[in-house]
């Protein structure tokens, strides 16, 4: 900065803040906690290290990034920004799960209030056309046609769960 007031970064270290200062452009002084919590994690001569080596159009995405890096490692020590991310993922994988469990309830209710689907009476004229040109399965009984037809319909309802305290203990 090398005019009035020193960046974040000089005023912590305690040095005067030159006119090339890599830091100035990124930590202005009146955010100082942003460049203690870039120190403590990664240490100014590291940060000033990456900064040096990076074009220039780059470094304040570099920054933003060692911010929120830093501020994730403070938090969890252990696994920082990875710990976070992994625990998003886990939401929505969680949420995903919920999702398709609620499109298939809706499904399923839908499917029972349609209507019964028609069904179609084969002659007898038609059974024996039927079998003559189904030579691999001679043995089709057509009198359940019209069950499997109407399983959608049926009133069933143990294949939805209605309490939304059990269908949630599913999932915890």
């Known amino acids: ?42 240490g100014a001569s590291n940060v000033s290290k990456m900064l040096q080596e990076l074009p220039v159009h780059q470094r304040a995405d570099a920054v933003s990034s060692l911010v929120y890096e830093a501020n994730a490692r403070v938090r969890d020590p252990v696994y920082g920004c990875v710990g976070a991310i992994s625990y998003l993922q886990n939401q929505v994988s969680q949420l995903q799960m919920q999702l398709a469990v609620a499109q298939a309830e809706v499904l399923c209710i839908q499917m029972q209030q349609e209507p019964n689907l028609p069904t179609h009476h084969v002659d007898q004229d038609d059974k024996s056309l039927i079998l003559s040109s189904n030579s691999t399965n001679t043995s089709t009984n057509f009198t359940t046609i019209p ?12 294949n939805v769960m209605q309490d939304p305290l059990q269908r949630e203990s599913l999932w915890t």
């Open 1 to 42: 900065m090398g005019g009035s007031s020193p960046c974040a970064s000089c005023k912590l270290l305690r040095r005067r803040c030159a006119k090339d200062c890599v830091f100035a452009p990124y930590f202005p002084s009146d955010d100082p906690h942003k460049f203690a919590i870039v120190h403590k994690v990664f």
């Open 147 to 158: 069950q499997y037809l109407a399983f959608a319909s049926s009133s069933s309802t143990n």
